[in-house]
């Protein structure tokens, strides 16, 4: 079972860089979001969607674009890349957003920085 | 708002002994509660939740944790913790109301020695 696969795991950005992090599951869950883990502040929700078409914005979602064309796939986009930025992102599903007691499943991560 | 509290960001212990990490939060609503596990450079991984029902909620690993609705804690308890246990661990909490939105506390870094 695949689960929920982040790319890249590694990624090195110049400042004012644009990339693109990928996250794919398999489980046809309908709850995807993003989130950022920075050393003594735990994880914190970036954006999320409760569907193909919907995305909202999380506690920090400035700085990263969404969209969800597709059940499976959640990009988080970065346009313009600051060292803030530099942290390590979760990509993580549930079977229903709408269900709060529902499994969260996280990625392996990617550990992201900008120079 | 709710928020999480993870009293102890580093939880040292000897391998074999018995260890409680602490977690608080605070709502004025009821919550569902998690503990999640995060080995070295790996994603997170549920150990255990409280939705309803019993207080003392079992999960995998021999870890358990009980709910206390007064002293608004869920506190995360092993009898006798092993070298793999060495990992961070992470509380979270969201209302059990509406759209599903975890909100984790800062961690607590358990070390495990022989």
């Known amino acids: 079972n695949a689960g929920v696969t982040q790319t890249p795991k590694f990624q090195v950005l110049k400042t004012g860089q644009s990339m693109t992090l990928q996250c794919a599951q398999d489980?046809?869950?309908?709850?995807m979001s993003w989130y950022r883990q920075d050393p003594g502040m735990g994880l914190r929700l970036i954006h999320y969607?409760?569907?193909?078409?919907?995305?909202d914005q999380g506690e920090v979602p400035n700085g990263y674009n969404v969209s969800r064309s597709t059940t499976e796939d959640f990009p988080l986009r970065l346009l313009s890349a600051a060292p803030s930025q530099t942290s390590v992102y979760f990509c993580?599903?549930?079977?229903?957003?709408?269900?709060?007691?529902?499994?969260?499943?996280f990625g392996e991560g990617s550990w992201l920085t900008v120079v | 708002a709710q928020s999480v509290t993870q009293l102890d960001s580093q939880v040292p212990v000897f391998e074999e002994a018995p260890v409680e990490l602490r977690c608080n939060y605070s709502?004025?609503?009821?919550?569902?509660l998690f503990w999640y596990v995060q080995y070295p450079n790996q994603g997170l991984q549920l150990l255990l939740k409280y939705l309803s029902g019993s207080t003392l909620v079992k999960g995998i690993n021999g870890f358990e944790a009980e709910f206390n609705k007064s002293q608004t804690s869920f506190h995360l308890r092993k009898p006798s913790v092993h070298i793999s246990d060495t990992a961070e661990y992470f509380c979270a909490v969201t209302v059990n109301t509406g759209f599903q939105k975890l909100v984790f506390g800062t961690g607590t870094r358990l070390l495990v020695s022989p």
């Open positions: 969607s409760v569907g193909a078409g919907i995305t």
């Open positions: 709502s004025s609503v009821s919550v569902y």
């Open positions: 993580a599903s549930s079977y229903s957003g709408g269900l709060s007691g529902n499994t969260i499943y």
């Open positions: 489980m046809n869950h309908e709850y």
